[in-house]
């Protein structure tokens, strides 16, 4: 048993209430760079940074109401002063009477899973920044061809040519919106469809609903996320069935109400 603890790449080190080191193996002299001469009859604190707020105390404490700690994820400081993140593994040690005289703990080496996880983490955000100002960027292009079309629209006087011109303002305007909702959301993959769905119905509404043809237009959302290869589709779809609805639903002055519901079936088809 002693040479399987000598050689175990983790350290394993031993320990008493007070916190003073009883035993110290190879693994450990090669993690924090002291030896078992320096380590034995010292205590235990010389590893904890200043700034762990009475860590060590902490896990006493829990190992005297019986419990186990594993896979603990903190900091210890290396001889040369340098901060080393490992997980702990710390279990009481007992007398023949069952009292608890000590501590056993396993550290495993993980700062260079630390710094892979930051840096992923780091490389995430940026990809995420990247992401957003793309959708942004997409957005404002958008938004300046419909400028674009609404500009040039203003010098054609044939009504049936300008008209297609605000029909395209409209497409366009559909997906620059979908943009704009990732851009503002928290995921930058995904739409929250049904507020999609009421901004889109809003915008047609002011450019078509004229005359208070329109009394309302009832909008029954489920709150369903689509990707953005779906929504852009669905966002086109709907903004011909609502702009002919809006155009073409009441004629000769007649009033009356558009109806949208948005479920999602038990197949995952919305």
Same mark, same amino acid.
């Given at each position: @048993?002693?040479?399987?603890?000598?050689?175990? +790449?983790?350290?394993?080190?031993?320990? #008493?209430? %007070?916190?003073?080191?009883?035993?110290? %193996?190879?693994?450990?002299?090669? @993690? *924090?760079? +002291?030896?078992? /001469?320096? $380590?034995?009859?010292?205590?235990?604190?010389? !590893?904890?940074?200043k700034d762990a707020g009475g860590e060590e105390t902490r896990i006493l404490e829990r190992l005297a109401k019986g419990e186990r700690?594993?896979? +603990?994820?903190?900091?210890? !400081?290396?001889?040369?002063?340098? $901060?080393?993140?490992?997980?702990?593994?710390?279990?009481?040690?007992? #007398?023949?009477?069952?009292? $608890?005289?000590?501590?056993?703990?396993?550290?495993?080496?993980?700062?260079s899973w630390k710094l892979a996880e930051a840096a992923a983490k780091e490389s995430l955000r940026e990809k995420e920044t990247l992401l957003k100002e793309i959708h942004h960027r997409v957005k404002n292009n958008m938004q300046l061809i419909s400028s674009l079309l609404n500009l040039q629209g203003d010098h054609i006087e044939d009504c049936s040519i300008r008209a297609v011109f605000r029909e395209a303002q409209q497409r366009i305007r559909s997906m620059a919106?979908?943009?704009?909702? @990732? +851009?503002?959301?928290?995921? @930058?993959? /995904?739409?929250? *469809?049904? #507020?999609?769905?009421? %901004?889109l119905v809003d915008m047609l509404t002011a450019a078509y609903a004229v005359n208070n043809q329109l009394e309302k237009v009832q909008v029954e959302a489920a709150p369903i996320v689509l990707n953005v290869e779906s929504a852009v589709p669905l966002g086109l779809l709907l903004?011909?069935?609502?702009? %002919?609805?809006?155009?073409?639903? *009441?004629?000769?002055?007649?009033?009356?109400?558009? /109806?949208?519901?948005?479920?999602?079936?038990q197949n995952n088809q919305v």
């Amino acid at each position: @048993l002693a040479a399987i603890v000598e050689s175990s +790449y983790d350290a394993i080190i031993s320990k #008493d209430l %007070n916190g003073t080191v009883t035993s110290w %193996n190879r693994g450990a002299e090669k @993690l *924090f760079g +002291y030896t078992a /001469q320096e $380590m034995k009859g010292a205590s235990i604190a010389s !590893l904890i940074p200043k700034d762990a707020g009475g860590e060590e105390t902490r896990i006493l404490e829990r190992l005297a109401k019986g419990e186990r700690i594993e896979h +603990y994820e903190t900091t210890r !400081l290396h001889k040369k002063g340098e $901060m080393i993140s490992v997980a702990l593994t710390v279990s009481p040690i007992k #007398d023949s009477a069952g009292k $608890m005289i000590g501590a056993s703990e396993i550290a495993h080496d993980i700062t260079s899973w630390k710094l892979a996880e930051a840096a992923a983490k780091e490389s995430l955000r940026e990809k995420e920044t990247l992401l957003k100002e793309i959708h942004h960027r997409v957005k404002n292009n958008m938004q300046l061809i419909s400028s674009l079309l609404n500009l040039q629209g203003d010098h054609i006087e044939d009504c049936s040519i300008r008209a297609v011109f605000r029909e395209a303002q409209q497409r366009i305007r559909s997906m620059a919106l979908i943009h704009e909702r @990732l +851009y503002r959301s928290s995921s @930058l993959a /995904q739409i929250e *469809f049904a #507020d999609y769905l009421g %901004n889109l119905v809003d915008m047609l509404t002011a450019a078509y609903a004229v005359n208070n043809q329109l009394e309302k237009v009832q909008v029954e959302a489920a709150p369903i996320v689509l990707n953005v290869e779906s929504a852009v589709p669905l966002g086109l779809l709907l903004n011909e069935l609502v702009t %002919n609805s809006l155009k073409h639903g *009441f004629p000769d002055g007649r009033s009356g109400t558009i /109806q949208i519901t948005l479920t999602c079936r038990q197949n995952n088809q919305v």
